[in-house]
């Protein structure tokens, strides 16, 4: 017999905030891009945070989020404008994976 899986909220109104209240930091992160700072871009993220870049690049925690994303702006990245969506999932009630799909191009 087919048991249905495991709830991760007491109730579809308390998935549904917690799913805003990811997406949310998805959005901050593209603003902090947009502005150019990597402060603004890192903020979202815990300090013990684990940042795999487009390149394989493995960065922990939110000072080296910050710092790498700041001398990106200041260079090759300048100018650039990220945009994108985001899925996310509720691994347990206090476990969401957000898998975040972006693009950036330079806007003259």
């Known amino acids: ?43 979202p993220f815990t300090e013990d945070a684990d940042f795999v870049a487009f390149d394989g690049t493995q960065l922990r925690g939110r000072r080296e989020v910050a710092a790498l994303h700041q001398d990106l702006f200041d260079k090759w990245l300048k100018g650039t404008r990220l945009v994108g969506h985001c899925d996310v999932r509720f691994l347990s009630p206090d476990v969401a994976l957000l898998i975040g799909h972006a693009l950036s191009a330079k806007l003259d």
């Open 1 to 43: 017999m087919n048991q249905p899986g495991p709830t991760t909220h007491d109730s579809p109104v308390a998935e549904a905030a917690d799913e805003a209240a990811v997406r949310a930091l998805f959005e901050r992160m593209m603003e902090g891009w947009n502005a150019g700072s990597g402060e603004a871009f890192a903020a």
